[in-house]
């Protein structure tokens, strides 16, 4: 078993019946906080990393990370939106789309044609979906206001 299966595993055995009441009680909208804390945390492993060469807290805090999308994942299946699978097809699917000169033989002349052909992929996907964009910068506002809350609870820990 592929240990991506075994921690899917995990999550959907926390989240039955006889789980943990925590991790069953769980929505998108509680896991926003613990998704922007652990994003930070990430950041902070790879600021480790490039000052110390330890590659342990990264390797750490990119589980955390994993865990906080698979959750997702597993709820969503839960409420029949998608499964994890969709998720890493969606994604391996935009990054071979994404990259012809990797995996579909196109060369570019220069670097900035391929940024050029790259910009113009991404909006052709987007098109019909402008209107996601409007979310933005609300989003932005409530994941700052989410890690300044997140910095007040570790300076009480401390």
């Not at 943990?20 to 896991?31: I, K, Y």
């Not at 000169?101 to 391929?114: K, Q």
Request: charged fraction near 35%; include cysteine.
């Amino acid at each position: 078993m592929a240990e991506i299966d075994r921690l899917k595993e995990i999550v959907e055995k926390l989240r039955s019946e006889n789980g943990c009441p925590w991790d069953r009680a769980q929505t998108h909208e509680s896991l926003k906080a613990p998704v922007i804390e652990e994003a930070a945390e990430v950041v902070c492993g790879i600021n480790i990393l490039e000052e110390t060469k330890d590659p342990d807290n990264l390797k750490e805090e990119l589980g955390d990370l994993l865990l906080q999308v698979m959750f997702h994942a597993v709820i969503a299946e839960e409420e029949g939106l998608f499964t994890f699978d969709d998720v890493v097809k969606g994604i391996s699917e935009k990054m071979v789309r994404r990259h012809p000169h990797v995996f579909g033989g196109v060369t570019y002349a220069s670097e900035e044609e391929m940024h050029e052909a790259w910009n113009k992929i991404k909006k052709e996907e987007k098109a019909g979906k402008e209107w996601h964009e409007e979310y933005l910068p609300a989003a932005f506002q409530e994941a700052t206001q989410l890690i300044r809350k997140a910095e007040e609870r570790k300076k009480k820990k401390n």
